[in-house]
């Protein structure tokens, strides 16, 4: 299994829309994949039409085992399932930091649920906590969306600096470029700031485009309701990207 | 990749109803609607080809491949889950071999179930499905109803129309799906044992999973064992007459391997039975059965080259590589000449006689039941003619040692197989497990020599090569070179494996192997 978290310290910079669009291409690609919202706003969970239980919480998650996979739901889509979210997710940081090995929990609690998967997609929320440091330990790759302003160019500088401290494989990091406005001047200028310098920076972008902002009314990812738009096209680009990053061939 | 989950997994669990022509979509929607909050509908027509090998390998597997108008998928048929599919370009023929297809999931799982075996058009239909996703208040599709009407293709294989529905659970809606069985079970719907798909197979006339090459048939152990023989012999014409039309049209290179497998088993037979099957007709018999082995050598040979093409040009360094490909192109040349002469030998007459000989011809020989070995249960001579075997087996190889010569291996090789195949004729005599046991350890000396004498005979047929190049032009000096490295190559693995000679030998001949014989032997003779 190859686990992928799509993760931002910042939050609304179109992280959840890539997650689900890719998750979806790669279920269309053949593998089997398993999306785990991890945002206690759930929504990747509202995308795909589903709820936790009514007893599944955070308190649930961490305990893991058959708590984790009696939760998860399959999609509308073949081999696509989800983990979905729930608002107790919160708490997640605090119930972490009272247990034993904190840091370590997510991948722990994945563990099981790898044999039957080929991708696991993490949506995570934004902020750094300590459920973003186990997505870290967690995650084989690490993709970040950044959208071309001064203020996403700073939180990702923030989180290089994090990592690079922590130690991190700098070669498990990527960035994507994310609700890119070519008609803006600053837009263009800064897919070349300095603070990306060394760091990997794919070369396909997910522009700004009101339908992958309509995906909140049909509640449907845009890669399979409308393929051939220009936002899904980006996105099957970005996927092609990334699986070449990851050595996977985009047969 | 990870795990394959199961038709035991709750959450992917599918029921096939079989459906009275009178059930329409709209009957169907009005009785599920009943106990849903809402339902949408698809529907999707259009003509799909089922694929699989010769010898139902995806079908044995649990697979099976569907071809449609957006390309190939492969279907679990227990869950009804695509487990891979691929977007054939419209511009490309069908492909018959995983390496023709692009490096993909769908690739790969080909290559794992069908190794060389061709994928081939078994069925093909015009096939409307109506699916109705039933939705909860959220209106997600937490089930799945596909009504499929199968009807056969104008001028394709002929089959009685048919109309199913497929019941679908989705992972983690169980409560909804349970509503969805009750709905169709208290309607009248029986379920079916197997996926529409296989039905629709089989309502063609074809027998998902029907060809097996084992040579064990389920005889009673009283039977007499000139009777046996004879059944066994009959069963082995059958093999190689279900060969016949896959090696003349060149499905793949596997229907001559089966074909070859069944012929010295059947030359291998006569041998061991030679007692009971003594009559003048067993030996004239057994010397057609060897032309027609020697007949189809040459084809074999040339195939195991060019399926192997890789695994040489993985020995040479890069850069000599291309220098290899006239040997190859030659081997192509030879290949075509081969089947076209065993495409005529097998469409003579002679060839069929030599069959029907087989099905038959013993039956008639007066003198085949007279003698006490005939009369003998098949049981008893079973063990009998197993120790004697496994005798010869253990005298070779303790004959054996690091200098014998290619030869004496390769003797010692075929007594391995003679004793492999009187092992394979009675399995049905003995316990299972001991068998696999007393099998799988001979089957670990066998692979071990056979790797052997393949590198002695590559060796022999490079040198051979060499030598018929016609002049040392620049052209052939690469290719000379290249081949010369090769044989190189070879000879070095050769006696790689050689040094291990010894530890083989005695692992088999161990005490503790002699002993799991011994008790196969001693055991009580099980019925079929």
């Known amino acids: ?62 305990k893991g085992g058959k708590r984790i996979a009696r939760n998860i739901k399959g999609s509308d889509f073949e081999r696509l399932d989800l983990l979905p979210a729930d608002i107790s997710y919160r708490q997640l940081d605090i119930l972490l930091s009272d247990m034993k090995r904190s840091r370590k929990r997510l991948r722990e609690l994945l563990a099981p649920l790898e044999r039957f998967y080929d991708y696991i997609f993490l949506d995570c929320p934004p902020n750094i906590t300590l459920i973003s440091e186990n997505v870290f330990r967690a995650a084989d790759f690490i993709w970040v969306p950044l959208i071309p302003t001064v203020l996403s160019l700073h939180s990702f500088e923030t989180l290089t600096q994090f990592l690079s401290e922590n130690g991190l494989d700098r070669r498990r990091l990527a960035a994507f470029f994310s609700m890119v406005e070519t008609r803006k001047r600053m837009h263009r200028q800064l897919t070349h700031a300095p603070a990306l310098q060394g760091w990997r920076v794919l070369g396909a972008a997910v522009p700004y485009l009101s339908e992958i902002e309509q995906m909140g009314l049909y509640r449907q ?25 990851m050595g996977v061939d985009a047969g | ?131 109705l996703n039933l939705l909860n208040p959220e209106r997600k599709t937490v089930a799945r109803v596909h009504l499929d009407t199968l009807q056969p293709v104008p001028g394709g294989e002929g089959f009685e129309p048919l109309q199913q529905c497929r019941l679908c659970a989705i992972r983690g809606y169980d409560g909804e799906r349970r509503q969805a069985e009750l709905a169709l079970s208290e309607w009248g719907l029986t379920a079916l044992p197997e996926h529409g798909l296989i039905n629709a197979l089989r309502r063609a006339g074809l027998q998902p999973g029907g060809y097996s090459t084992s040579p064990s048939l389920p005889l009673p152990p009283e039977m007499p064992t000139a009777h046996a ?50 009559c003048s007709d067993g030996d004239a018999l057994k010397s057609a059965l060897r032309d027609l082995g020697q007949a189809t050598n040459a084809l074999r040979d040339v195939d195991v080259y060019l399926l192997h093409r890789a695994d040489y040009e993985a020995l040479l360094p890069g850069a000599m590589r291309p220098a290899i490909a006239p040997l190859f192109a030659g081997l192509r040349r030879q290949r075509r000449h081969e089947l076209r002469a065993i495409g005529q030998l097998l469409c003579s007459e002679g060839f069929r006689a030599t069959l029907r000989w087989m099905e038959n011809a013993l039956d008639a020989c007066p003198t085949a039941a007279q003698t006490p070995a005939a009369t003998d249960p098949v049981g008893v001579t079973a063990r009998r003619v197993i120790a004697r075997r496994l005798r010869r087996v253990l005298k070779r190889a303790g004959l054996s040692d690091a200098d014998s010569t290619d030869e004496t291996l390769h003797r010692l090789r075929i007594e391995c197989k ?9 399995a049905a005599f003995f316990e299972p497990v001991q068998m696999a046991q007393v099998v799988g350890q001979l089957k670990e000396l066998q692979d071990y020599l056979g790797r052997i004498n393949d590198l002695a005979v590559q060796q022999r047929f490079l040198d051979g090569f060499l030598k018929a190049i016609p002049d040392r032009q620049a052209g052939d000096l690469a290719l000379t070179a290249a081949v010369g490295a090769l044989i190189g190559c070879l000879h070095l693995n050769q006696r790689q494996e050689r040094a291990r000679l010894g530890e083989m030998l005695g692992r088999f001949s161990a005490k503790s192997s002699r002993r799991r014989f011994r008790r196969l032997l001693a055991s009580p003779e099980t019925m079929p």
């Not at chain 2, 059947?266 to 041998?271: E, G, K, N, P, Q």
């Not at chain 2, 004793?419 to 009675?426: I, Q």
């Open chain 1, 1 to 62: 299994v190859t686990i992928l978290a799509y993760y931002s310290i910042k939050g609304g910079v179109g992280k959840t829309a890539a997650c689900v669009n890719l998750a979806y291409l790669a279920a269309a690609d053949g593998a089997r994949v398993l999306l785990c919202d991890l945002d206690p706003q759930g929504s990747a969970s509202y995308y795909f039409r589903v709820a936790a239980g009514a007893k599944h919480d955070s308190r649930h998650l961490l």
């Open chain 1, 221 to 245: 990812p845009l890669t399979h309701r409308r393929p051939a738009s220009k936002a899904a096209k980006a996105y099957q680009a970005l996927w092609r990207e990334m699986k070449t990053v």
């Open chain 2, 1 to 131: 990749m990870g795990d394959q989950r199961t038709a035991d997994d709750p959450d992917l669990r599918v029921a096939f109803y079989s459906l009275p022509p009178a059930v329409t979509a709209s009957r169907l929607c009005s009785r599920l609607r009943r106990r849903f909050d809402g339902l949408s509908q698809e529907r999707h027509s259009g003509q799909i080809t089922l694929f699989d090998s010769f010898d139902w390998r995806l079908f044995k597997r649990g697979w099976l491949a569907i071809g449609e108008s957006g390309g190939y998928r492969l279907l679990d048929i227990h869950t009804d889950q695509t487990l891979a599919s691929w977007a054939a370009p419209k511009t490309k023929g069908q492909p018959r071999f995983w390496w023709e297809l692009p490096e993909s999931i769908f690739q790969q799982r080909l290559r794992h179930c069908l190794g060389v075996r061709a994928l081939l058009p078994r069925l093909r239909a015009i096939r409307t499905v109506i699916t």
């Open chain 2, 229 to 278: 023989g004879r059944r066994i012999l009959s069963h082995l014409a059958g093999i190689m007459a279900q060969n016949v039309d896959g090696i003349v049209s060149d499905l793949d290179s596997e229907c001559l391997h089966d074909f070859r497998v069944a012929l010295r088993r059947a030359r291998s037979l006569l041998t061991l039975l030679e007692d009971a099957l003594a």
């Open chain 2, 418 to 426: 003679k004793l492999r195949y009187a092992l394979e004729f009675f």
